[in-house]
């Protein structure tokens, strides 16, 4: 039964690359200390790395996509090494990558104790990302496999569309992993709505992490709001609220969960409901 820690990450002004190692290793420290297993960050939480660069840069929605690409190797070393010196698995939130055809795709980086890391790409952009800030789509959708079991991702957006989900599930994922960035109540709702939909339908565990804290000198991440959950499907031997852990809105903390996996296969065959089961008969109504 494999213990999840769900961030609510703080986005700080950091100055330079040993005050972001640093807090990142406090994080995962603490949360390895608690017993996780499985450890999730949020969406862009590494956008605080720009705050890494001159006034110029950071303060540019352009200027620091490029300018986070010279940290990228760094990046992904560092939680490489954590994931290994703790034996955990890491979602380490998400990080937007150059492509060599020149588009940026906000990439969800998945690290093994072992040592592996894969991605999983952002499918459905906001109007934000689309319109000013000129991040690409991804079209691949994977599944990753962890001694638990396979584990998905729906990056923030794409919890609200139940394709994705659905097709993750189908290939074997009973958690999905849902890395959050909103900057309003209501973004952060249909993030939530989504991710409970999700656990719903596909009576899977669906767990959120959210951006919290205000970055007045970024103008991307400058406002962020949320509380990281651990959903679940509302069936019996689950919460009747489909909730098992929730954090205190906006404040900086882990939020943990132990999850029982061998119940998701159980009340997908012997639950009060059939969601995941009936899922292909709403295609036989015309």
Not at 122 to 141: A, D, P, V
């Amino acid at each position: 039964m494999p213990r999840i820690a769900t961030a609510q990450y703080d986005i700080s002004f950091l100055e330079n690359w040993a005050n972001f190692e640093a807090k990142i290793r406090r994080w995962v420290a603490e949360a390895a200390s608690n017993k996780a297993d499985i450890l999730l960050f949020p969406e862009y939480a590494c956008m605080e790395l720009s705050s890494l660069f001159p006034k110029a840069v950071y303060s540019s929605l352009s200027e620091q996509l490029t300018a986070l690409q010279t940290l990228k190797d760094d990046y992904l070393a560092l939680f490489s090494r954590l994931a290994s010196e703790h034996r955990v698995y890491i979602q380490a939130g998400t990080f937007p990558v150059l492509h060599d055809n020149g588009e940026f795709h906000n990439h969800a980086y998945f690290f093994t104790p072992q040592g592996d890391v894969d991605f999983q790409e952002k499918l459905t952009m906001t109007r934000f990302e689309n319109e000013h800030w000129h991040i690409s789509r991804g079209l691949e959708i994977k599944v990753f496999d962890t001694v638990f079991g396979k584990v998905a991702i729906n990056i923030c957006y794409d919890s609200e569309f139940p394709h994705y989900a659905r097709q993750q599930a189908e290939r074997g994922a009973a958690l999905i992993l849902v890395p959050s960035c909103t900057d309003t109540e209501a973004g952060y709702y249909r993030v939530r709505i989504g991710c409970q939909a999700r656990a719903l339908e596909n009576q899977c565990y669906v767990v959120q992490a959210s951006l919290v804290g205000n970055a007045e000198w970024s103008e991307a991440v400058d406002v962020n709001c949320g509380a990281a959950a651990i959903y679940t499907p509302v069936d019996r031997g689950f919460p009747s609220n489909g909730i098992l852990s929730i954090g205190e809105y906006n404040q900086t903390q882990w939020v943990y969960a132990d999850l029982d996996l061998a119940a998701v296969e159980k009340v997908r065959l012997e639950g009060q409901v059939f969601n995941y089961k009936d899922w292909p008969k709403q295609f036989d109504c015309q």
